[in-house]
């Protein structure tokens, strides 16, 4: 089974496509006449993407089945697909530029990945690369991603990359009403423009999704992004919390009436509990009252009378 996101409309993937296409836009800006290779490419979207402004464009995955599709359905002169191992790759040259997202966590030795890019890397070339970040909301309640070997703090990714280049710079990516790369200032004043506008919250102290480096050996100059897909996101996500504000408001009128029912039943047991009380209380009543005849002159003299007509035969 892969892994790989295959582009289109489908259903509760809006937001994971969203998170994607950005990836890509962003590494679009570094491109321009360049040439690319793109190490783990899947289904051949962002390669297709950066093959618009690129010189030329490899992209390389190791699944057949997503390099026969994509070889088939993006189609331009300057772009190629070829199947080969990421982890050690068979083929030669110098590119200007090699993106490769979401691969790192799937390599158990990344040192010898990251060897291979920088073979394959001229000496002023740009490695972008992402991966998710470990730290991310909710990370703790996910369910284990089989596919991953190692995810990133974002302290340890960018300690991996600086063994193997002089410049890195990790930008953050958040994925909300909008997908966001950005460094920590940057992305704070993009975030909250947008939300002011929108008339949201404010969510720039959103703990990053994603790590997205940007690495070289000469200074790195990059454009923050963020990216607003199609409207049918947004429109689903206010379509889902719609639906779910009617269901919890179903659900709140169910509450109610079981609530009352407990009050009711409550009630009930009440009033049995008050009148078990009062038989225990009339019934230890009554057994001090015993005791106490017991106790008597009046009990002690008849038991003596009953002993006396006993040995006279008077009684049985």
């Known amino acids: 089974m892969e892994e790989a996101l295959k582009p289109g409309k489908r259903k509760g993937m809006e937001k994971l496509q969203n998170e994607h296409m950005a990836r890509y836009i962003f590494a679009c800006q570094f491109v321009n006449k360049k040439d690319v290779l793109d190490l783990g490419c899947g289904y051949g979207y962002g390669a297709d993407m950066m093959a618009s402004t690129a010189r030329r464009v490899l992209g390389v995955d190791r699944s057949r089945k997503v390099i026969e ?3 088939k359905k993006y189609k331009k002169n300057n772009l190629a697909f070829r199947k080969d191992d990421c982890r050690k790759l068979g083929i030669d040259g110098k590119y200007d530029i090699i993106t490769s997202f979401e691969v790192i966590e799937h390599i158990d030795r990344p ?4 060897r291979e890019i920088r073979r394959l890397l001229k000496k002023d070339g740009l ?3 992402s991966t998710p970040n470990v730290q991310r ?6 369910e284990k991603n089989p596919y991953h070997i190692k995810e990133y703090t974002q302290k340890d990714f960018k300690k991996l990359l600086d063994d193997h280049f002089r410049r890195v710079s990790v930008f953050s990516q958040t994925n909300h009403l909008a997908s966001v790369i950005a460094d920590k200032k940057a992305g704070s004043k993009l975030i909250s423009d947008f939300h002011q506008k929108s008339n ?3 969510m720039s102290n959103i703990v990053p ?5 940007v690495c070289s050996s000469k200074p790195i100059k990059a454009e923050s992004l963020m990216f607003i897909d199609n409207n049918d996101y947004i429109t689903n996500l206010a379509k889902n919390w719609w639906e779910k504000d009617v269901l919890v408001n179903e659900q709140a009128a169910r509450i109610r009436e079981h609530e009352q029912h407990i009050r009711y039943k409550n009630s009930h047991i009440n009033k049995i509990e008050k009148q078990n009380q009062d ?3 009339y019934a230890i009543e009554k057994e001090k009252q015993l005791k106490r005849i017991f106790r008597s002159r009046g009990w002690k003299l008849l038991t003596r009378i009953h002993r006396i007509k006993k040995k006279l035969g008077l009684v049985k």
Do not use: C, Q, T
């Open 200 to 202: 949201m919250s404010n």
């Open 127 to 129: 490695l972008i690369i």
């Open 279 to 281: 038989l225990k209380n």
């Open 209 to 213: 999704e994603y790590l997205v480096a």
């Open 111 to 114: 040192e010898d990945f990251l």
């Open 69 to 71: 599709y994509s070889g």
């Open 137 to 142: 909301p909710l990370a703790d309640y996910e």
